[in-house]
């Protein structure tokens, strides 16, 4: 199955500004998603990624707030802009492995203050 | 639009006992994907067992298996001989796979946080 390696793993940011969140993979993928996942909740699509195209949003998340890159089908990244206190939460990023099986990256801890 | 529900917010199980976890679906769909995924409190998102729609047999996976009901709309886990390992979040998810409704995406039930207990 694939390997994601996602950076950072956690960070506390002041309020107001950006973070930008990596997930490279080791093998070429179509698809790759980012959730969010409030403390103790369940995750929630933020976007899907295509590479070539623009991301597709969720209800309720829109790309001045969450902007999303797709270079190429190893990488994407995930931007939290303008951040304040209800942005913290885990961001996971996750990629459909072969047979439908999804692998998760190891989650970005965000905490804003 | 396709929806997945854990009704148990928490459970608890002895060490070497079993418990079952509870998910149900709507869908409208006949041929989709179901997974139990596992949350560690080390945030990792693990791959339990996986059920195909189609498939008629439940899926096994050495302590794991599931029973899927699939007119009942019903997929539930159970966990035999229970580990101090095994206490994590767990989540149900659905994909659909064909059609327009094939956006890849997974849906996922609120979780079921499972404490075992020595």
């Known amino acids: 199955s694939a390997v994601i390696s996602q950076k950072p793993s956690r960070d506390i940011c002041q309020r107001g500004t950006s973070l930008t969140i990596q997930c490279q993979v080791d093998s070429q993928v179509t698809m790759m998603f980012w959730y969010r996942q409030q403390p103790g909740q369940s995750l929630t699509l933020i976007a899907t990624a295509n590479q070539g195209s623009e991301a597709t949003y969720e209800s309720g998340f829109v790309i001045d707030k969450f902007p999303i890159s797709r270079p190429n089908l190893t990488f994407s990244t995930l931007t939290v802009s303008n951040m304040s206190p209800e942005d913290s939460s885990i961001y996971l990023c996750?990629?459909?492995?072969?047979?439908?099986?999804?692998?998760f990256g190891s989650g970005t801890r965000l905490t804003v203050v | 639009a396709q929806t997945v529900t854990q009704s148990q917010p928490e459970m608890s199980v002895q060490e070497a006992e079993t418990v079952t976890l509870s998910c149900t679906y709507d869908?409208?769909?006949?041929?989709?994907?179901l997974f139990w995924y596992k949350q560690p409190p080390s945030r990792q998102m693990i791959l339990v067992i996986r059920?195909?729609?189609?498939?008629?047999q439940n899926a096994t996976e050495n302590r794991f298996s599931v029973n899927f009901q699939k007119a009942a709309k019903s997929f539930s886990l159970k966990i035999s001989d229970s580990q101090l390992g095994d206490a994590a979040m767990y989540f149900c998810a659905y994909r659909n796979i064909h059609g327009s409704g094939n956006t890849g995406k997974l849906i996922f039930g609120q979780g079921t946080t499972l404490q075992v207990k020595p």
């Open positions: 059920q195909e729609a189609y498939k008629q």
């Open positions: 869908t409208s769909e006949s041929d989709y994907y």
């Open positions: 996750s990629v459909v492995d072969r047979d439908y099986g999804y692998t």
